[in-house]
């Protein structure tokens, strides 16, 4: 906005600077009337102030100097309202008539002076201030003029006293003003009604100008934000892709890449879920904050359709935006980020393959937009690309450069199980029958083992001989030669070197088929659980079987079998084995427990230390002595949870692994099974049994040759098949007509329900 010029600022009130209309020209036009009467008034004045001064007369001086100040105040404080300052020109206007009327009569420019009042009251208050001020004219020049051919007021001097006298001379002169300052209020009037109908459409011409303003910078404005979008989306996926040659190792590039996604688009949290090869579970593979370390230590996953934001992407493939988590029944409410009001997870796509999905969430409703989707679905499908290629990259970088030390890490955990040890076996033949005995190791045997080659000591007397498989050294051979003139010779080591081959490849088949054995063994335990499962109709006996199988597998543990009755939201506890005792406990209503977390996410979940800690920052809620490891899993069938089986050791923390959650997942599995096969079974029995008690009865009733034998028939079988005392049966009879039946034997004396049906 400009800045108003010396014109706007000497005529201009500060509020009404920039005032546009009839209101501000008549600011500007009083303003610069004002302005011109003080000018004039400032002369004036000076003349009063000398004449008062020089005769005397000080009453005068003082009104003059009072109206004097008066004109001077109104003039230049232009905050003053407008009627104020309006008022007081025409009351000047007025006097200054008023006065020439008494001095100069019919002669002189008062009846003139009196047509400026008029005007100046019709421009300022309208055609009404006009007519007001027409009668006030018109009754003053009257009344002037009466007073004066009265002789109450002084005739002027010279040719106007004769014409002053004269009373219809006066009243003419009146009906004159009358006429004329009519017109004159209709005229001015009239002008600025037309002066307000023309700058009303001005005024209207300018809003519909400021409204196309405000709507084509709207435009602007959108289309910046827009070409912004794109810009940041363009720059995020650039950065993306310049990671993806930074970052080879995909862990780092997701890690940056996450951080980078959740800093550019100021997210409350941000995650990558990546399948598993099974791909039935999600698992958390980069997030941000301290929630996402805490997540990715505790290796968090989500199962693919389960009630989860993450869970429904990775299984429909789409994306998917809870605007209020509150409202959204597959938002999975996460402790460690308690500000989450909205979510938002796409798919990580190559084509048709599903890698996993991006999950971001903010801490306010209604954060994400359609235009947000489609922005991280563009930055999702550059980090599906980058990550497929930085792992692609990388897996080749670590065939081409790395192959032996890969290969040697996949057989390290097997043979470090297998010994029981962190570091390698060392074996010492000793001269005594070539027993094997195990010693310290020493200089020449760590030598062999750290470089894979064979290695002696500088008399040559000691030699040590590395025993490799796939690479990897497993055990060191070590032996000594203490006679004189006994060295290890080249071809000794060489021997030593063919034996220790051998004694590898014999070594690597033992391993192998140690682990296959182990593997049959799990499988051949959870065969008996299946078993047990699909045969067993006793489900205390299935609680125990159950009991058994998981302690030859995890060893001695309490077991907790936990069911879920979604219709009553309890939880009972038919089976838990604690300290050697087994006992059951009665329904509670679900609450806040680890088991109570287990059914609402049906996640498995796992707590290996510090289980108070881990409790508590879940959200849950526990009574008395918390274990010190604790795994419990849901009993799911289809999407419907029936449970939660649970293992707890109260004495050492780190009992149970991931192996053992998804081994007590699938025992869980089949318990879950077995406990829909049992109720559906239920249901089977009570068909089956109704049925029959229908078909039987009906058979019977049939035989009957007449109506009362009927009646009987039907009574005595129905009290017979449903156990009754007594039953009664009748055809419009009043009660008490017919009498009671009851089952009797041949000899007419009465017998139980369950003997008449023999």
Known sequence: MTQPGLIQRLFLPPASAGKGGLAGIREQMLSFLLYAFSLLGTAAYIGMLLRSIRGGLWVALAVSTAAFLWLLFVTLI?????????????????????????????????????????????????????????????????????????????????????????????????????????????????????????????????????????????????GTRDLQRQSRELETAAEIAKLASAAPDP???????????????????????????????????????????????????????SASIVGWVTAN?????????????????????????AEMAVPLMIGDRLLGALDVQSTQPNAFSQANVRVVEAISA?????????????????????????????WTEPWKKLIGAEEDTIVHLEPREGAAAAGPPSAVAEQAARSGEPA????RKEVAVPIQVRGEVVATVMARRAGPGEEWTDDDVAVLQTIANQAALALEGARQYAEEQRRLAELELVNRVSQAASQLVNLDSLYRIVHSQIARVLGEADLMIALFD??????????????????????????????????RSRQPLLLTEDVDRAAAALGAKTIGRLPRSWLGVPMLVGE???????????????????????LLFTIASQVAAALENSRLLEQVRRSERRQRLIREITTKVRRAADMDTILTTAARELSLELNANRASARLGAPPGALPALQPKDGDGKGRSPREGRK
Do not use: C
């Not at 493939?317 to 999975?332: G, T």
């Open 78 to 222: 232009r905050s003053l309202p407008l009627w104020l300052r309006a008022g007081t020109l025409l009351a000047i206007a007025y006097v200054y008539a008023l006065t020439r009327l008494l001095a100069g009569g019919l002669a002189g420019e008062g009846q003139l002076a009196l047509m400026v009042f008029l005007v100046l009251a019709s421009l300022f208050a309208g055609l009404r201030g006009g007519v007001a001020a027409l009668a006030v004219g018109t009754v003053t020049s009257a009344l002037v003029g009466a007073l004066m051919s009265a002789g109450r007021i002084p005739l002027p001097s010279g040719e106007a006293a004769a014409a002053s006298a004269n009373l219809a001379a006066w009243l003419g002169s009146s009906a004159l003003f009358l006429v004329l300052g009519g017109m004159a209020a209709a005229s001015v009037a009239w002008v600025v009604r037309g002066l307000e109908n023309a700058l009303g459409e001005k005024g209207g011409l300018i809003e519909q100008a400021r409204e196309q303003q405000t709507h084509l910078e709207e435009l602007v404005s959108e």
């Open 251 to 305: 862990d780092e590039l997701m890690g940056r890449a996450i951080e980078l996604i959740r800093e550019r688009f100021d997210f409350y949290h941000a995650s990558i879920f990546l399948l598993d090869d099974s791909g039935l579970w999600a698992v958390l593979s980069a997030s941000t904050g301290e929630a996402g370390r805490q997540l990715l230590a505790r290796g968090h996953r989500l199962a693919s359709g």
């Open 317 to 341: 493939r789409k994306p998917r935006v809870a605007a209020d988590v509150e409202l959204d029944p597959f938002h999975f409410k996460n402790p460690l980020l308690p500000g989450t009001r």
């Open 382 to 410: 550059e980090l599906a690309i980058a990550f497929e290629n930085s792992r692609l990259l990388h897996e080749a970088r670590i065939r081409l450069h790395d192959a032996s030390g890969r290969v040697a890490g996949r």
């Open 456 to 459: 002696t000591s500088t008399d």
């Open 566 to 599: 979604a219709a009553s939201d309890q939880i009972t506890i038919p089976f838990l084995a604690k300290g050697g005792e087994i006992t059951k406990l009665e329904a509670t209503p679900i609450g806040e427990g680890l088991i109570s977390i287990v059914i």
């Open 640 to 662: 419907e949870i029936l449970g939660v089986l649970v293992v707890q050791d109260y004495e050492s923390e780190h009992r149970f692994t991931d192996d053992d959650t998804a």
